[in-house]
């Protein structure tokens, strides 16, 4: 039995998903709930701090978030679609837009091939693929 984890103190209501970056030194926190749902927030683990606050350009919520590399985040949002973060920017690169009606409740990215992700949609039962070098339905 393990004993005495690090805490860390977000202070911010309604986080629904995490992710811890490939190098174990930051996670991403997406809030899905009340008033900071569409935002991610970047925990720098060394330091036990919020690094950073991405917002979307809508109030949906974030469903899922995975890094893509130590430089990158992909998100999956309430309003159906997945968006690609680049970290050092803070801003979104791509976003990838499903022909469902429902919203993308997890994310995967492919460890084979790096330029894949893939997304779940339970309320249309379907599982999309992506490949970031394509913008356009999978």
């Known amino acids: 039995t393990y004993q005495n984890p690090t805490l860390i103190e977000t202070k911010i209501e309604g ?3 995490l992710s ?3 190098h174990g ?3 991403a926190l997406g809030y899905s709930l009340l008033k900071d749902a569409g935002t991610i927030a970047l925990i720098d ?3 036990k701090t919020i690094a950073a606050k991405l917002k979307t350009h809508h109030s949906n919520g974030i469903t899922s978030v995975q890094y893509k590399d130590p ?3 992909l998100a999956a949002l309430g309003n159906g679609t997945c968006a690609l973060w680049d970290l050092s920017t803070h801003k979104i690169t791509s976003t ?3 022909n469902t ?3 993308a409740l997890d ?3 492919n460890p084979v091939k790096p330029h894949e992700f893939a997304a779940v949609y339970p309320q249309d039962q379907i599982i999309e693929l992506w490949d970031i070098r394509n913008k356009k339905t999978p």
Do not use: D, E, W
Request: proline share 4%.
């Open 107 to 109: 994310i995967a990215c």
């Open 25 to 27: 030194t930051q996670c």
């Open 96 to 98: 990838f837009k499903s």
């Open 71 to 73: 430089k990158s985040l």
């Open 15 to 17: 986080q629904s998903t």
């Open 101 to 103: 009606q429902g919203c």
């Open 45 to 47: 683990i060394t330091r």
């Open 20 to 22: 811890v970056n490939p």
